[in-house]
Protein backbone atom coordinates (compact mmCIF):
# COMPACT_ATOMS: atom_id res chain seq x y z
CA UNK A 1 0.00 0.00 0.00
CA UNK A 2 1.65 3.14 -0.98
CA UNK A 3 0.34 6.92 0.82
CA UNK A 4 1.28 10.34 0.41
CA UNK A 5 1.13 12.65 3.22
CA UNK A 6 0.62 16.65 2.06
CA UNK A 7 1.52 19.71 3.62
CA UNK A 8 2.28 23.30 4.17
CA UNK A 9 -0.86 25.17 2.70
CA UNK A 10 -2.08 27.77 3.81
CA UNK A 11 -3.26 31.68 3.34
CA UNK A 12 -0.04 34.08 1.86
CA UNK A 13 0.22 37.41 0.67
CA UNK A 14 1.18 38.17 -2.72
CA UNK A 15 4.70 38.16 -2.95
CA UNK A 16 5.07 35.92 0.13
CA UNK A 17 6.42 32.54 0.25
CA UNK A 18 5.50 28.52 1.13
CA UNK A 19 6.88 25.55 1.70
CA UNK A 20 4.80 22.62 0.30
CA UNK A 21 5.78 18.63 1.44
CA UNK A 22 4.74 15.37 0.54
CA UNK A 23 5.90 12.27 2.42
CA UNK A 24 5.77 9.34 0.08
CA UNK A 25 5.56 5.53 2.31
CA UNK A 26 5.17 1.91 0.93
CA UNK A 27 7.15 -1.01 1.79
CA UNK A 28 9.51 -2.23 -0.67
CA UNK A 29 8.05 0.62 -3.32
CA UNK A 30 10.55 2.65 -5.56
CA UNK A 31 9.47 6.20 -6.16
CA UNK A 32 10.93 7.36 -9.00
CA UNK A 33 9.07 10.12 -10.74
CA UNK A 34 7.53 12.69 -8.35
CA UNK A 35 5.59 16.03 -8.77
CA UNK A 36 3.38 18.77 -8.41
CA UNK A 37 -0.07 19.79 -10.19
CA UNK A 38 -2.74 21.95 -9.42
CA UNK A 39 -6.43 22.50 -9.80
CA UNK A 40 -7.97 26.48 -9.70
CA UNK A 41 -11.81 26.24 -9.32
CA UNK A 42 -13.36 25.71 -12.69
CA UNK A 43 -10.09 24.66 -14.40
CA UNK A 44 -8.29 21.65 -15.63
CA UNK A 45 -5.50 19.87 -13.13
CA UNK A 46 -2.35 21.17 -14.92
CA UNK A 47 1.53 20.09 -13.90
CA UNK A 48 3.16 22.84 -11.67
CA UNK A 49 7.24 20.63 -11.40
CA UNK A 50 8.17 16.84 -11.52
CA UNK A 51 11.48 15.87 -10.35
CA UNK A 52 13.00 12.56 -11.38
CA UNK A 53 15.01 10.15 -9.00
CA UNK A 54 17.93 11.55 -10.81
CA UNK A 55 16.97 15.40 -9.46
CA UNK A 56 16.16 16.11 -13.24
CA UNK A 57 13.57 19.11 -12.86
CA UNK A 58 10.84 20.29 -14.91
CA UNK A 59 8.70 23.82 -14.24
CA UNK A 60 5.92 25.09 -16.36
CA UNK A 61 6.47 28.55 -17.94
CA UNK A 62 4.10 30.37 -15.37
CA UNK A 63 6.15 29.39 -12.62
CA UNK A 64 10.17 29.07 -13.79
CA UNK A 65 12.21 30.83 -11.72
CA UNK A 66 10.09 31.49 -8.84
CA UNK A 67 9.61 27.90 -7.56
CA UNK A 68 11.96 25.55 -7.08
CA UNK A 69 11.02 21.34 -6.49
CA UNK A 70 13.75 19.28 -4.69
CA UNK A 71 13.53 16.14 -3.48
CA UNK A 72 14.90 13.53 -0.06
CA UNK A 73 15.55 10.19 -1.45
CA UNK A 74 16.59 8.78 1.71
CA UNK A 75 12.82 10.36 3.13
CA UNK A 76 10.78 9.96 0.05
CA UNK A 77 9.87 13.43 0.03
CA UNK A 78 9.14 15.91 -2.48
CA UNK A 79 9.15 19.66 -1.96
CA UNK A 80 8.40 22.90 -3.15
CA UNK A 81 9.00 25.96 -2.65
CA UNK A 82 6.57 28.63 -3.72
CA UNK A 83 8.39 32.51 -3.69
CA UNK A 84 7.09 35.71 -5.21
CA UNK A 85 3.45 34.10 -4.93
CA UNK A 86 0.90 35.72 -7.14
CA UNK A 87 -2.93 35.43 -6.80
CA UNK A 88 -2.94 33.45 -10.33
CA UNK A 89 -1.06 30.64 -8.02
CA UNK A 90 -4.60 30.00 -5.65
CA UNK A 91 -5.24 26.36 -6.42
CA UNK A 92 -5.63 23.22 -4.14
CA UNK A 93 -1.85 21.56 -5.24
CA UNK A 94 -1.53 17.97 -5.51
CA UNK A 95 1.19 15.83 -4.71
CA UNK A 96 2.01 12.86 -7.81
CA UNK A 97 3.96 9.79 -7.45
CA UNK A 98 5.25 7.16 -9.41
CA UNK A 99 5.47 3.84 -7.96
CA UNK A 100 7.12 0.72 -9.00
CA UNK A 101 6.05 -2.39 -6.22
CA UNK A 102 8.33 -5.23 -5.26
CA UNK A 103 6.66 -6.99 -8.12
CA UNK A 104 7.28 -4.43 -10.51
CA UNK A 105 3.86 -3.11 -10.63
CA UNK A 106 3.68 0.38 -11.77
CA UNK A 107 1.01 2.77 -10.65
CA UNK A 108 0.22 6.59 -10.50
CA UNK A 109 -0.40 7.78 -7.26
CA UNK A 110 -2.23 11.42 -6.07
CA UNK A 111 -2.44 13.00 -2.76
CA UNK A 112 -5.39 14.42 -0.80
CA UNK A 113 -4.44 17.95 -2.06
CA UNK A 114 -3.55 21.28 0.23
CA UNK A 115 -4.98 24.56 -0.22
CA UNK A 116 -2.77 27.56 -1.28
CA UNK A 117 -4.40 31.08 -1.76
CA UNK A 118 -3.20 33.88 -2.53
CA UNK A 119 -4.59 36.83 -1.48
CA UNK A 120 -4.25 41.08 0.11
Known amino acids: QVQLVESGGGLVQPGGSLRLSCAAS????????MGWYRQAPGKQRDMVAT???????NYADSVKGRFTISRDNAKNTVYLQMNSLKPEDTAVYYC??????????????WGQGTQVTVSS
Open 26 to 33: GRGFRFNG
Open 96 to 109: HVIGVSPWGIRNDY
Open 51 to 57: ITSGART
